[in-house]
């Protein structure tokens, strides 16, 4: 757009007055129809602006009185001025205010990095429990290299017949643990068989949390408040961890591992809400995103620990110490988050929803600078909760049928889904769980370069989330993904490909492999990654949030659970080429959805997002098209 802080001070508040795609160039309202600013979408409605100071005020004398605040009463009409014109940046015009409560609406703009330690303080606490998330996940890839063979789940011919020691291939006469009466078809079976036992030990916790993990979250957060939700699934997470570290055979270790989502699932589904709820808008996204950074860190963390107990050797009563400690030791981050979470103050829309306003509003002054904003976020935010209840999107008290029956939200969950699919079928998971047994095969069976090789995914993945702190809130969430969707499936091909270059040139092979995979890492880092958990936290009105969250987490887990059950027979079927090539088709199907039905968010209070989704589906698609059409044609007249 062209803007800058020093161009315009309210620039990013005057953005509030439409939702606006990066550099589009047309607008439409609710109805469709074309207006003069070069907008897109929907006007903002704040239910405040054009009423008289005596409306004002005689509506917060009835709120403060009916919500037990009168003693906050003068703070709170303050409050509600200047969210009548919020959306302007115009706080000269109350004369209210003090020149100090003035400079500090001017520094929220100019400065709004400087918030309050406890905002910071939740910030850090609910990345942790996303390192927990990304460890859960991770640890696997490390235990997949040693586990299988213990419990007998072989997956190659090697593994049934013995070797030519001076060529190093298998010949037919079979090893010791094999039935003798077996023929190589019997082998074929007994392979395929176990690449789904093993698809389905490593999925487990994602199967968990598609049909009950994630589903549980609403109930939780209903009984517990956000802050429980969060400890308590962290503490399935510490328990889970332990568990399967203690386990003896493969159904024992998949029961482990499936109980596991009732820890993966509520969390995921509660902690981006938690930090979305609790975030100023002009910096929700980067502090929502951290969630995926952090994970991130979890997913290198995981693998770090796959380094530092390969080489573990085992004792006389305990067979295969090493994996049991890389699959133990995730427990460590969710000791920190159960020793942190009850110290950061409970959203203030959670309290909200409850009735209860006194805490709400105790919680909402130390999570920003001043009373005076506090007020203004709380008063604006029931306002219009308010006017969603009126306006009769609440129909009942069904709020999972609301998903798909009220037209906002419908097209918020469409939206949601999209993203939420789209961050499995991207097929980044396939290098997060199986990457140690990728890099293995790319390098002939080297478990050191294995294991390396997926803490450099990780590291990469982690470090390529930081720019997306800024561009998140800066770009949006909708250009980041279609960036980086065209680069994800390029480096996936590249990936796929490479295990077309010769046995015999391994270390060219291995090249290109981490190559593919360290690019493709750090285009997911800045894309794909962040943005789903971060639009789906934000994208829903409050009344359904908890149920909305639990339903796009359930998709998300839901094809997790698909593509890891499915990885090892897909590559046995389709080689490691055709595998890698499914997921790059999807990800330029993924851009063509995104592209048309996928609205952006950034910049908005999760109330004012009802007005993203209040364009009819059928003209949100021609507003996207009519932008891809204007901005192609600005491209080739070289405007």
Not at 109 to 129: D, G
Not at 309 to 326: A, E, P
Not at 576 to 591: K, N
């Amino acid at each position: 757009m062209g803007f800058s802080m020093s161009d315009n001070t309210y620039k990013e508040l005057e953005e509030k007055k439409a939702v606006v795609s990066n550099e589009s160039e047309f607008s439409f309202d609710v109805e469709g129809a074309k207006r003069s600013e070069p907008r897109f979408d929907a006007e903002i409605r704040n239910p405040l602006v054009g009423l008289a100071y005596e409306e004002i005020e005689r509506r917060v004398y009835h709120f403060v009185k009916e919500k037990g605040l009168e003693e906050h009463q003068d703070v709170f009409l303050k409050g509600a001025l200047c969210a009548q014109v919020q959306d302007s940046g115009d706080y000269s015009a109350i004369k209210t205010l003090s020149e100090e409560e003035h400079h500090l609406l001017r520094q929220e703009c100019e400065r709004k990095w400087r918030q309050p330690f406890l905002l910071y303080f939740l910030a850090i606490c609910c990345s942790i429990a996303a390192a927990v998330q990304g460890a859960d996940e991770s640890v696997i890839n490390g235990a997949l290299l040693y586990f299988p063979s213990q419990f007998g789940l072989f997956t190659d011919y090697c593994d049934y017949y013995t070797k030519d020691p001076y060529t190093g291939v298998c010949n037919e006469k079979l090893l010791p643990h094999v039935n003798p009466s077996w023929t190589r078809q019997d082998v074929t079976n007994d392979i395929s068989k176990n690449n789904w036992l093993l698809g389905l030990v490593s999925s487990a916790p994602y199967l968990c949390c598609a049909v009950l993990g994630c589903w549980v979250s609403s109930p939780m957060n209903k009984y517990f408040g956000r802050r429980g939700a969060t400890f308590v699934s962290s503490l399935i997470s510490f328990a889970t961890c332990i568990w399967q570290a203690v386990t003896n055979k493969w159904w024992h270790l998949f029961l482990a591992r499936f109980i596991m989502g009732f820890g993966i699932g509520p969390k995921s589904a509660t902690v981006p809400i938690y930090a979305a709820e609790c975030a100023p808008p002009l910096i929700r996204g980067a502090l929502v995103m951290q969630w995926q950074t952090w994970t991130a860190f979890g997913v290198m963390l995981g693998n770090a620990f796959g380094l530092m107990f390969y080489q573990v050797k085992d004792t006389i009563s305990i067979q295969g110490l090493n994996w049991r400690l890389m699959l133990g030791s995730a427990c460590i981050p969710a000791i920190f988050v159960m020793a942190q979470i009850y110290l950061c103050p409970e959203s203030p829309r959670w309290l909200m929803k409850q009735g209860l306003y006194k805490k709400a509003f105790a919680s909402m002054q130390r999570l920003r600078n001043t009373p005076l904003l506090a007020a203004r976020d709380l008063f604006l935010a029931h306002c219009l909760i308010e006017l969603e209840h009126k306006s009769g999107e609440v129909k009942g008290h069904n709020a999972v049928w609301q998903l798909f029956s009220v037209p906002r939200i419908a097209r918020a969950t469409w939206a949601s889904t999209i993203v939420m699919f789209g961050q499995q079928f991207c097929g980044v998971n396939v290098i997060t769980f199986y990457s140690s047994t990728i890099i293995q095969e790319a390098n002939n069976d080297s478990i050191r370069d294995a294991l390396l090789g997926s803490w450099g995914f990780g590291f990469v993945a982690f470090v390529f989330t930081i720019p997306a702190w800024y561009s998140i809130d800066i770009w949006g969430r909708r250009t980041l993904l279609l960036f980086t969707l065209p680069f994800l499936a390029l480096f996936l091909l590249i990936t796929g490909f490479s295990f077309w270059i010769d046995h015999a040139k391994t270390n060219t092979r291995l090249g290109v492999v981490l190559m593919g995979i360290y690019v493709y890492a750090a285009f997911y880092g800045m894309g794909m990654g962040p943005v789903p958990f971060t639009y789906s936290a934000e994208a829903f009105p409050l009344h359904v949030r908890d149920v909305a969250m639990s339903y796009a987490t359930a998709v998300l887990w839901f094809f997790n659970f698909i593509l890891s059950i499915t990885w090892f027979r897909m590559k046995e079927a389709f080689t490691a080429q055709g595998s890698f090539g499914w997921y790059a088709t999807w990800c330029i199907i993924l851009w063509l959805l995104v592209s048309l039905f996928v609205p952006e968010t950034k910049g908005l209070t999760l109330e004012e997002l009802d007005s993203v989704f209040s364009v009819p589906l059928g003209k949100q698609v021609k507003n996207h098209i009519r932008m891809v059409w204007y901005k192609g044609s600005r491209v080739m007249k070289g405007s």
